[in-house]
């Protein structure tokens, strides 16, 4: 009977173990993206050298087109996810469809309302600035991936 209680109460303490260590990774996960975001916009508006004016009005329009961007980005990838898993059981109509699906969503990452935000960000920080952002974006991506590269070289073995 004893062994049965000591086996049941390290059953239960294992269980809620792993799910304080699958919360507690969450949190890491979400913590280490808010300090990307924020390294982000430090290095952005270093960058553009925006005033506190221009970075008022600046950023919630950035904001706004990298949320939705990043929306369909994840909507693409569900359904990559998505298609991958069906692939090899598929109809040519259902293929189809993942072909307009795919389309769909590409249209609309290229679609003309990114363009009227983007001429909205153009009024507040200038043509010049735009490029800038644009180039400023692709840099901080790259020293980004060259920082989390070079972590996870020094911690192999």
């Known amino acids: 009977m004893k062994n049965s209680i000591l086996i049941i109460v390290l059953?239960?303490?294992t269980t809620a173990f792993s799910q304080v260590r699958n919360?507690?990774?969450i949190q890491k996960?979400?913590?280490?993206?808010e300090k990307i975001e924020a390294l982000e916009v430090a290095y952005i508006t270093n960058a553009l050298n925006l005033t506190s004016d221009e970075a008022q009005k600046f950023w919630?329009?950035?904001?706004e087109v990298k949320e939705d961007r990043e929306k369909l980005?994840?909507?693409k990838k569900r359904l990559m996810r998505e298609l991958g898993s069906n692939y090899n059981t598929m109809s040519d109509e259902q293929a189809a469809d993942y072909v307009d699906r795919m389309f769909e969503i590409e249209s609309e990452l290229n679609e003309?309302?990114?363009e009227s935000r983007y001429r909205k960000m153009i009024k507040v920080i200038g043509a010049t600035r735009f490029l800038q952002l644009k180039?400023?974006?692709?840099?901080f991506k790259r020293k980004l991936l060259r920082e989390l590269r070079g972590?996870?070289?020094?911690?192999t073995p």
């Open 11 to 13: 059953a239960l303490s």
């Open 23 to 25: 919360v507690s990774n």
């Open 29 to 33: 996960t979400e913590q280490a993206q």
């Open 60 to 63: 919630p329009l950035f904001n």
């Open 73 to 75: 980005y994840r909507q």
């Open 112 to 114: 003309s309302n990114f």
């Open 135 to 139: 180039k400023t974006e692709v840099e």
């Open 151 to 155: 972590r996870k070289r020094s911690n």
